[in-house]
């Protein structure tokens, strides 16, 4: 069991820049793969970035490529998302999702994949 909380967002203007944070608890992380999703009003959660466990292999949904960057650090059971060049669009809720896995190198793109979760973090960009 792991428990998954998020810090790091808030408000920001157009343009920005804000690094939410991803810390795991109860058990080791590094044989996690990890997944940002972020849900906007009225819309369906997406995923927004996935990184292995290893860290090895990322990816990202079109509209953040070139702007976010998801990065770990396994000693510390943290993930980041770092997110530049903000834009009113990526306002939303911002989750991280983990998934214990045995293939290091293996990314996950879809919500079911996913069994842990965690509360949500706020990330609102003014124009």
């Known amino acids: 069991q792991v428990q998954l909380v998020e810090s790091g967002g808030g408000l920001v203007q157009a343009g920005g820049s804000l690094r939410p944070s991803c810390a795991a608890s109860g058990r080791t992380f590094s044989n996690y793969a990890v997944g940002w999703f972020r849900q906007a009003p009225g819309k369906e959660r997406e995923l927004v970035a996935a990184?292995?466990?290893?860290?090895?292999?990322?990816y990202y949904t079109d509209s953040v490529k070139g702007r976010f960057t998801i990065s770990r650090d396994n000693a510390k059971n943290t993930v980041y998302l770092q997110m530049n060049s903000l834009k009113p669009e990526d306002t939303a809720v911002y989750y991280c999702?983990?998934?214990?896995?045995?293939?290091?190198?293996?990314?996950?793109?879809?919500?079911?994949?996913?069994?842990?979760w965690g509360q949500g973090t706020q990330v609102t960009v003014s124009s």
């Open positions: 999702a983990a998934r214990q896995t045995a293939y290091s190198e293996s990314t996950y793109y879809a919500e079911y994949e996913y069994g842990y």
């Open positions: 990184i292995s466990w290893s860290g090895g292999r990322t």
